[in-house]
């Protein structure tokens, strides 16, 4: 074996750095003043952007570069610059990125599942566009990419453990 991940790890690490790398590039969309979408954000988050104001632009620009970073993280772990000694360098925030990412997106989207079921209330102001732009994209995109770049970690060990 020659150090490389298999090809499903592989595939995890590239969707894990496409849709990291989309999710950044909505961040700086929004960023720089776009407002498409903003809507399905709601709440106080999307009152903020509309403001436009240093601390929330400083937020959205840092939260754009942060979700860079775990993409680049998905990359690096199926990439030759990702091996040799840098793989623990790479491996220990892969690892603790994808927990984020998954405790993240799958508390939200488990909660919000159950607001829509009728399982749980929400509030009488609750901005219902918002909840379900929540439940079946901006959350679940947290939580996938979470997945898929926790997969492709775990390919990477599973792979160095063989070897070792």
């Known amino acids: 074996m020659d150090g490389r991940p298999g090809p499903w790890a592989r595939w995890?690490?590239?969707?894990?750095?496409?849709?990291g790398v989309g999710h950044a590039g909505v961040s700086f969309?929004?960023?720089?003043?776009?407002?498409w979408l903003l809507d399905t954000v709601?709440?106080?988050?999307?009152?903020?952007?509309?403001?436009?104001?240093?601390?929330?632009?400083?937020?959205?620009?840092?939260?754009?570069?942060?979700?860079?970073?775990?993409?680049?993280?998905?990359?690096?772990?199926?990439?030759?610059w990702g091996r040799g000694h840098w793989r623990r360098v790479v491996l220990a925030p892969a690892w603790a990125a994808s927990a984020v990412l998954?405790?993240?997106?799958?508390?939200?989207?488990?909660g919000q599942a159950l607001v829509e079921a009728g399982v749980l209330g929400a509030a009488q102001d609750a901005d219902r566009?918002?909840?379900?732009?929540?439940?079946?994209l901006w959350d679940p995109w947290f939580l996938?990419?979470?997945?898929?770049?926790?997969?492709?970690?775990?390919?990477?060990?599973?792979g160095r453990r063989r070897r070792t």
């Open 102 to 110: 998954v405790l993240y997106g799958g508390v939200l989207v488990v």
């Open 129 to 136: 566009k918002a909840l379900r732009w929540h439940l079946y």
């Open 42 to 80: 709601g709440g106080e988050l999307e009152r903020l952007a509309r403001e436009r104001g240093p601390g929330i632009l400083a937020v959205v620009w840092g939260t754009g570069v942060a979700k860079l970073f775990a993409a680049a993280l998905g990359l690096a772990l199926v990439r030759e």
């Open 12 to 19: 995890c690490g590239y969707g894990a750095f496409v849709l």
């Open 144 to 158: 996938v990419r979470g997945l898929l770049l926790g997969a492709a970690a775990w390919g990477c060990t599973r």
């Open 29 to 35: 969309y929004w960023g720089a003043g776009g407002d």
